[in-house]
């Protein structure tokens, strides 16, 4: 017979185990967050809360990490809601055209920039006329639907001259016999161009700037950059323009914002720099600059539009600043000059700058620095005036070109002023009243310079080409007074002329000044 509990030993409020309400002992271990408190540790306690012991466990614990692999195979029911199958973005036609004429003329507009660009419908944009050639009909418009598919389907008959072999042949004896060489285009094309390879054959060095290392630098710089500033020569804005890299970015980049900056604008008139601002800056944002550590021209006005570029892209922690351009246009110069000292290793003979270069303006804006590119228009035959197009635009070095006299007669046709070079090489003039064809004739003027300087050969022959590359030299290096005259220039009544505006080293309205005059140079604000 079992023998009864007694009140006290179970369950009996009134019994106390070690100072407890419970019979139970609840245990003192550190890592039971029901232990009791005694004495002086109930007020004011610093023993280990029960978060403090759960996140203990939680660290001596293993993951289970099958648990974790496992997938939920089951069937779920998702709550019914409108918006999982239907589209709730939809407008009317009307706002669509309003929003297709707004945007373009923002993205057109070179003074105006379009904040997210990516996350705009820009399919929306292209009409129905517009082909990824180019613009073009409609397919509908010229074959509509119900005459294409359905019951109503019409197709044309090809028209076709030749129905059979026998009328093929004859065909083709008829034009055998009504042929005529004078009139063949084709072949005149292909007289020329042995010609002209027979005459010169293309060297090695004019392929710097094209190969696939420098264009991978490129596509490095162009995926790395924010904004694309294209550096362009003020004596030459289009012929040092990349066109292709152009229609690249505003095709299938327009998320980057793209800066013209013409340097070198000191070896130019004043008047010269300022008219190809206003003509350039209808596409893009253009400014004048003169890339100097000590005396720069521009840097403000372009320090203050990185910054409203910046300003922008609020979302990005930092924003890059690509620099591209032709060799020798001045890019690393003109980081230079924004930094104000030398950051990247500059000179002035192109392919100085072999890696691209990543340089810090401010904590937010870093430059890059790209080697120079030539891109390849696909007209450039194989002749010497397109190969003198390259050698006077400094992406060859002249000391590494093997015939540079062939090269001369493009260069004396671009001087502007015949008297810089009397003025430069101290040409006698009694030399030029007896041979007035001096600076046409490029054997006569290279063999008189040779004299000149004493350039001889063994026998008292002129040396000309070692005088031919002196003045290539000069000519890159801007000694030698050039430029290309703007579109629809206007002749200003001055009191100097061109030449005497070329003289000085900052054209009046280029020098340094307090930035009223460089906004007015720069024409951010001036457009026809």
């Not at 904004?227 to 980057?256: F, H, Q, W």
């Not at 005396?295 to 300003?311: S, T, V």
């Not at 120079?372 to 397109?386: C, F, K, Q």
């Not at 006698?428 to 064809?437: K, L, W």
Request: hydrophobic fraction near 35%; glycine fraction near 6%.
């Amino acid at each position: 017979m079992a023998k009864p509990i007694s009140k006290g030993a179970v369950g009996n409020k009134g019994s106390k185990w070690r100072g407890g309400s419970s019979a139970f002992n609840p245990g003192n271990a550190s890592t039971n967050p029901d232990r009791a408190k005694k004495g002086a540790q109930a007020k004011g306690s610093q023993m280990r809360s029960k978060a403090t012991i759960k996140r203990l466990n939680m660290y001596s614990n293993k993951a289970d990490r099958e648990k974790m692999r496992e997938h939920p195979t089951a069937p779920v029911r998702i709550q019914p809601d409108r918006r999982w199958f239907g589209n709730t973005r939809v407008i009317t036609q009307g706002r669509l055209q309003d929003f297709r004429d707004e945007i373009a003329k923002s993205v057109h507009d070179p003074f105006k920039v379009v904040l997210k660009n990516s996350k705009i419908p820009m399919s929306l944009l292209q009409t129905e006329g517009t082909t990824e050639k180019g613009l073009g009909q409609s397919l509908l418009a010229v074959e509509p639907y119900s005459e294409t598919f359905g019951k109503g389907s019409q197709r044309k008959r090809p028209k076709l001259s030749i129905s059979n072999l026998e009328d093929m042949a004859e065909a083709s004896n008829k034009r055998c016999k009504t042929y005529d060489e004078t009139r063949d285009t084709s072949l005149k094309a292909n007289d020329e161009r042995e010609e002209a390879q027979d005459t010169m054959i293309s060297e090695e060095v004019f392929r710097k700037g094209t190969s696939k290392r420098i264009w991978q630098e490129l596509y490095k710089v162009v995926d790395s950059s924010d904004i694309i500033v294209e550096v362009i020569d003020a004596r030459d804005p289009m012929g040092t323009r990349c066109i292709p890299l152009e229609r690249e970015l505003k095709k299938n980049r327009a998320n980057k914002h793209l800066i013209l900056l013409m340097n070198k604008c000191d070896l130019v008139p004043s008047w010269v720099a300022k008219k190809w601002v206003q003509t350039l800056s209808k596409e893009y944002p253009t400014l004048a600059f003169h890339a100097s550590v000590t005396n720069p021209f521009g840097k403000n006005a372009l320090i203050q539009l990185l910054r409203q570029f910046a300003g922008l892209m609020k979302d990005r922690k930092h924003v890059s600043v690509g620099f591209v351009g032709f060799p020798n246009v001045g890019k690393s110069s003109v980081v230079n000059a924004l930094k104000g000292t030398e950051a990247c290793k500059a000179a002035p003979v192109p392919g100085e700058t072999k890696v691209w270069q990543y340089v810090a303006l401010t904590k937010r804006i870093y430059l890059i620095d790209c080697p120079g590119i030539v891109p390849d228009h696909g007209n450039w035959e194989i002749t010497i005036s397109a190969e003198a197009d390259k050698v006077l635009k400094g992406v060859v070095r002249p000391e590494k070109l093997s015939s540079p006299s062939l090269y001369i007669p493009d260069l004396l046709s671009r001087i502007v002023d015949t008297s810089r070079l009397v003025k430069k090489y101290s040409i006698n003039p009694t030399i030029i009243a007896e041979n007035p064809h001096i600076f046409t004739d490029a054997n006569l003027f290279l063999s008189t310079l040779a004299v000149r300087m004493g350039k001889l050969l063994k026998g008292g022959e002129p040396d000309i080409e070692t005088v031919a590359r002196v003045v290539i030299q000069d000519w890159q290096k801007g000694r030698l007074p050039y430029f290309v005259p703007p579109p629809n220039a206007e002749k200003f009544e001055e009191t100097e002329d061109a030449s005497a505006e070329a003289d000085e080293v900052y054209p009046e309205g280029l020098g340094d000044n307090d930035g009223t005059e460089e906004q007015e140079v720069t024409g951010s604000d001036n457009r026809d």
